[in-house]
């Protein structure tokens, strides 16, 4: 005879599972403004990449691709670059959520950074 299985753990863990996936359906505006600029602005690296054989150490450097965000929402900037890598944020100028994006060739690419990292910039 087989023992019985809790019936309520299948719909808590169904919840979770739906919960978990929520987080991004939840975010505030200016999040979602400050991951598109930083998505925007590593396509326009790319391009800068192809043409001047380095990244852009600069928002100067890139003026000609007309990286449009707006500047009162989202803080942006490339923190470091050379010719095989660079590092660049973008958060919530004024965060109400304390989350930060960062892309780093070094680490891998896009990533949101963990309460770790984002303590020095918030």
Do not use: W
Request: proline share 3%; hydrophobic share 40%; glycine share 4%.
């Amino acid at each position: 005879m087989r023992p019985k299985r809790p019936l309520f753990l299948f719909p808590i863990l169904i919840g979770i599972f739906f919960l978990s996936a929520c987080t991004q359906i939840f975010e505030a505006d200016s999040d979602v403004q400050a991951r598109k600029a930083l998505l925007d602005l590593m396509q326009i690296q790319e391009k800068f990449h192809g043409e001047n054989q380095r990244y852009a150490r600069n928002m100067l450097e890139i003026e000609k691709y007309n990286l449009k965000y707006n500047t009162g929402i989202v803080y942006l900037e490339i923190e470091s670059a050379d010719k095989t890598k660079y590092r660049a944020i973008s958060l919530p100028s004024e965060s109400t959520t304390a989350r930060v994006f960062a892309h780093d060739t070094e680490k891998g690419g896009f990533y949101e950074m963990d309460d770790d990292e984002v303590s020095s910039y918030v």
